[in-house]
């Protein structure tokens, strides 16, 4: 079992920036790819970024160039740098660690979340 716990949310105006954290209880976090999804009310869950056990990333269409996804491995930590933030970025954040190491539709465990509120 892997507990996947996040921080870093909170609120923040439009065109701020938020950096968003989720660290694994297991060292099995480095040789998976993670993620970060999100998910807002009333809407699906949608995939924010990814990143492989080699460091491929894999970002979003509506997140692209404003949003960075970074792990560390050391200490078993995903980041997700967001900039430029907008009202339509606000939603609960997940962070994920996916069955493999190259990133696919097997997402195996799930964190909590953490809220992201963007104001106008």
């Known amino acids: 079992q892997v507990r996947l716990v996040e921080s870093g949310g909170g609120s923040v105006e439009s065109g701020g920036s938020l950096r968003l954290s989720c660290t694994a209880s297991r060292d099995t976090f480095t040789v998976k790819c993670v993620g970060w999804f999100r998910q807002a009310p009333g809407k699906e869950r949608e995939e924010v970024a990814s990143?492989?056990?080699?460091?491929?990333?894999s970002y979003g269409d509506s997140v692209k160039g404003r949003f960075t996804i970074s792990r560390v491995n050391a200490n078993y930590t995903l980041h997700l740098q967001m900039n430029s933030l907008k009202v339509e970025d606000t939603a609960m954040y997940f962070c994920?660690?996916?069955?493999?190491?190259?990133?696919?539709?097997?997402?195996?465990?799930w964190g909590q979340g953490t809220q992201v509120t963007v104001s106008s």
């Open positions: 990143i492989s056990a080699g460091g491929t990333t």
């Open positions: 994920a660690q996916n069955a493999y190491g190259s990133c696919s539709s097997s997402w195996s465990y």
